[in-house]
């Protein structure tokens, strides 16, 4: 099996490179590419992430007019149509927003147009037990065949799909073992994502700084290790604190109520030595950030899949912000391959 990646991205092509080989990495703006070069790669399964800015619940919405959506708009206006040769399969990810697009609805004409029969979803990890919200927008996307009879082996909804389909399906036997995989959405809690092989080593260069403590800590979202959710991890994760991610209690001997309670006095009072003492008391939490590795498993990266130790820790932050659940993914691809020659 064959597979390349196109990005622009210096660093995240040096990760793909670590982990996956050189010959898997082409730094190239896809809106260069061409029908011809795409039919030259036979390509089964296509996978796009378009940059999200574009759609944010915070940013300006500027869709089709904002320049970061040219290169998709070049691949679905430009190069599918034309193609020979088209993908069997297609997958699109982006944030939730990108369903209200005029980028979506161009993307959707495109392909029926192209053949392709669609399904569409709303999905986070919580969905399947995974303790961390990542509210994300999915398509997947199959060409038909020429009975023009379903490809997929569950039906659409009327508008987006906000589960993962399984048990409600007749799925036949060569598919036990994804029958199995969709059935079982076990929940897990933050303890089982801990990176607890390394933490004696690095911990404390993790833990929260005064002055985030004294400026912050009535914004922080705070997990411990029996929760069993934690906020969207983004890019400014570790740089910034409000809206970035969750923040982790490691001290089990005392409660977040226990330790707010007692520094709710404080909250107001400007005086040093009260502000030292309610900085003191907040550290009784132990509160550190989840280290990069823990992102990556929260994000359900295998454990074989690591990082360049030349990277730093606030590029591996960025790259995991703009990333993917890999366990949601995968269960996709496989809807999405089901009955697949």
Same mark, same amino acid.
């Given at each position: ?138 398509? =997947? ?12 082996? $569950? /039906? %659409?909804?009327?508008? *987006?799909? +906000? ?123 132990? =509160? ?12 359900? $990266? /295998? %454990?074989?899949?690591? *990082?360049? +130790? ?32």
């Amino acid at each position: 099996m064959n597979f390349c990646a196109f990005d622009i991205n210096t660093v995240a092509n040096e990760v793909y490179s670590h982990n996956f080989g050189f010959d898997s990495v082409n730094e190239r703006n896809i809106a260069s590419l061409t029908a011809e070069e795409m039919d030259a790669m036979a390509i089964d399964l296509l996978t796009m992430s378009p940059p999200c800015q574009p759609f944010t619940r915070l940013g300006l919405k500027l869709d089709t007019h904002d320049r970061r959506t040219d290169s998709f708009i070049h691949v679905m206006t430009e190069v599918i149509p034309s193609m020979k040769h088209k993908p069997k399969h297609i997958l699109i990810e982006n944030v939730k927003g990108f369903e209200e697009s005029k980028t979506r609805d161009l993307a959707l004409s495109v392909l029926k147009n192209s053949c392709y029969e669609i399904r569409e979803f709303l999905l986070s990890p919580t969905n399947i037990g995974i303790p961390n919200s990542r509210l994300r927008y999915y398509l =997947l996307a199959k060409q038909k065949n020429d009975l023009n009879s379903s490809q997929f082996v $569950f /039906p %659409q909804a009327d508008l *987006f799909l +906000t589960e993962i389909p399984a048990t409600e399906f007749n799925i036949n036997a060569s598919s036990k073992g994804c029958r199995h995989i969709l059935n079982e959405f076990k929940q897990l809690n933050i303890a089982s994502f801990v990176d607890h092989k390394n933490l004696h080593i690095n911990e404390a260069n993790y833990l929260l700084p005064d002055n985030v403590l004294r400026k912050y800590s009535m914004i922080l979202d705070i997990v411990d290790y029996e929760s069993v959710r934690s906020c969207c991890f983004t890019r400014g994760y570790g740089q910034f604190v409000h809206g970035t991610g969750s923040v982790l209690k490691t001290n089990s001997v005392v409660t977040i109520d226990e330790v707010y309670s007692k520094i709710d006095k404080f909250s107001e009072d400007e005086d040093q030595e009260k502000g030292n003492r309610r900085i003191q008391l907040l550290k009784e939490l132990k =509160l550190r950030y989840f280290t990069p590795r823990e992102v990556a498993n929260l994000m359900c $990266f /295998p %454990q074989k899949f690591s *990082f360049p +130790t030349i990277l730093t820790d606030r590029q591996m932050y960025k790259l995991l912000g703009n990333s993917v659940n890999v366990k949601v993914i995968s269960l996709l691809l496989r809807l999405l391959l089901l009955n697949a020659d």
